[in-house]
């Protein structure tokens, strides 16, 4: 207790000694013979508690202690009086000026446990005090982090931001434009890498919710025997390790959107859960009788053809059919080249600034390799490729060298094939019945994919199918 400083005020030398005997062993003891000298000693030195006499000549203990207000406000004030002088002292406790007063005769050890219980309680308080103010602390710098986060976020996924030249794209924002402002549940389709989880964050900046949160979960990320409780939350009990209630992605999302990356890796029993929150909008956590009402707008997205997955019995009919209301298809980047280059040319601008990497383009050679490379890993490979480029770039034009070998043998091997009008003719081919496929066989969703009319793409498919028949027949 030696680092705490106490100061002893009496104007009689007796006193004063005593008072000063009863506390030197435990503490750094400090001694006035006045009020006055009292205040200087409190203007040079930082003191924890004044424990004082109240009938002093000049200034009496309660004076001496509303003045040392102003100096320090969290200062221990005790003051030692005799009878005649406690209703003046019972005013100056209730102004919150004096922590205690003690009558005289005072006992050593009864003052020495008063002090003791008062700076316990001072110690509470500065450590409540520093604690509070390293939350602040954190919490200021949390505050930061989620506001160069939410901007990141913001500048990657921001709805002027979906970058395209495309038919099949500007096709595709002119239907979500029908579909934003309404809570209707979206399912976006495509391939791995085309950008779904972009176009589920344009859908909820353009929603009504647009203020609320959005909630991306991978519904092929989360265990199997964890699902219910990451989807629907638990509460405090409801098995071994639950702590502490929890709330679910749904309740999470309440009043947002949800989106559902890949709901076709959900394993069946939470499909019948998801389903049950879909049609009634009803969740119930873990170990809880009572079911919450949610309102939540869902948007879902998937890699894999659901309406095959559910004649295998892999997805539920029923779900399907409650998720598939408003679905889209985002075409593979090979199905729309025109937006290769103002994809690549997005990236290494993005990149280039977070690398403090100026003047950097590509070459024409660099965008000729890009927009004859199949990219099947999509928008995501050709981010990645590009990014690999900036970081090897010195400045200047980026050069077909800087290309990764995976790349640029593909597209090699492209050019060393078939004729040139072979080679359009393949794949032309693969477009179009890949696209097919992925829309399972709708020719209307086809078309708008692909960027052209309907009646075309029927053309089209009737001179593939002549190809083909004609192959069959002269391999018999």
């Given amino acids: 207790m030696k680092h705490y400083k106490i100061l002893v005020v009496d104007d009689e030398p007796a006193n004063l000694q005593k008072l000063k005997r009863a506390f030197v062993e435990e503490y750094h003891v400090l001694s006035a013979c006045s009020g006055e000298e009292a205040l200087k000693i409190l203007r040079a030195e930082p003191v924890d508690a004044i424990i004082t006499d109240q009938k002093?000549?000049?200034?009496?203990?309660?004076?001496?202690?509303?003045?040392?207000?102003?100096?320090?406000?969290?200062?221990?004030?005790?003051v030692l009086t005799g009878y005649t002088?406690?209703?003046?002292?019972?005013?100056?406790?209730?102004?919150?000026?004096?922590?205690?007063?003690?009558?005289?005769?005072?006992?050593?050890?009864?003052?020495?446990?008063?002090?003791?219980?008062?700076?316990?309680?001072?110690e509470l308080t500065r450590e409540n005090r520093r604690l509070s103010a390293e939350l602040e602390k954190v919490n200021e710098k949390l505050r930061r982090e989620n506001e160069l986060l939410k901007s990141q976020v913001e500048a990657y996924f921001e709805p002027d931001n979906i970058i395209y030249k495309s038919r099949a794209m500007r096709e595709i924002l002119s239907l979500l434009s029908r579909v934003v402002q309404t809570d209707s549940t979206v399912l976006v389709q495509g391939e791995t890498g085309t950008g779904k989880e972009l176009v589920a964050r344009y859908i909820h900046q353009k929603s009504r919710r647009a203020?609320?949160?959005?909630?991306?979960?991978?519904?092929?990320?989360?265990?199997?025997?964890?699902?219910?409780?990451?989807?629907?939350?638990?509460?405090?009990?409801?098995?071994t390790g639950a702590t502490a209630g929890k709330k679910g992605f749904f309740e999470m999302a309440d009043r947002g959107t949800l989106f559902l990356d890949e709901i076709g890796e959900a394993p069946q029993d939470l499909q019948v859960k998801l389903l049950r929150v879909f049609e009634d909008s009803l969740i119930q956590p873990v170990g809880?009788?009572?079911?919450?009402?949610?309102?939540?707008?869902?948007?879902?997205?998937?890699?894999?053809?659901?309406?095959?997955?559910?004649?295998?019995?892999?997805?539920?009919?029923?779900?399907?059919?409650?998720?598939?209301?408003?679905?889209?298809?985002?075409?593979?980047?090979?199905?729309?080249?025109?937006?290769?280059?103002?994809?690549?040319?997005?990236?290494?601008?993005?990149?280039?600034?977070?690398?403090?990497?100026?003047?950097?383009q590509l070459s024409p050679e660099t965008i000729f390799i890009f927009e004859n490379y199949h990219w099947p890993g999509n928008v995501r490979e050709l981010e990645n490729e590009v990014e690999r480029m900036v970081i090897l770039a010195d400045g200047g034009l980026l050069m077909p060298d800087l290309i990764s070998d995976p790349v640029r043998a593909g597209r090699n091997k492209a050019r060393k094939s078939d004729s040139l009008k072979e080679q359009i003719g393949e794949l032309e081919k693969r477009m179009i019945l890949d696209t097919l496929n992925t829309c399972y066989q709708n020719k209307s969703q086809a078309a708008r994919a692909l960027g052209i009319s309907r009646q075309t793409l029927i053309t089209k498919l009737r001179k593939i199918q002549t190809i083909i028949a004609s192959g069959n027949d002269s391999g018999q």
């Fill in 56 to 78: 002093m000549p000049g200034m009496s203990g309660v004076e001496l202690l509303e003045k040392s207000i102003g100096l320090n406000a969290e200062i221990i004030r005790i």
């Fill in 288 to 360: 809880s009788q009572k079911p919450r009402e949610v309102d939540v707008r869902i948007v879902a997205s998937t890699n894999r053809n659901l309406r095959e997955e559910t004649e295998k019995g892999n997805f539920r009919q029923d779900l399907f059919y409650r998720i598939n209301v408003f679905s889209i298809y985002i075409p593979p980047l090979r199905a729309r080249k025109e937006d290769v280059r103002p994809l690549a040319e997005y990236f290494m601008r993005r990149m280039a600034s977070q690398l403090n990497k100026k003047s950097l």
């Fill in 85 to 122: 002088e406690v209703e003046d002292l019972i005013e100056a406790i209730n102004t919150g000026r004096v922590y205690k007063y003690i009558t005289k005769p005072w006992e050593p050890m009864n003052l020495r446990i008063t002090l003791r219980k008062a700076l316990e309680q001072l």
């Fill in 211 to 239: 203020n609320e949160i959005f909630i991306p979960v991978n519904c092929g990320a989360i265990a199997k025997e964890l699902a219910e409780s990451e989807f629907f939350g638990h509460v405090k009990g409801a098995f």
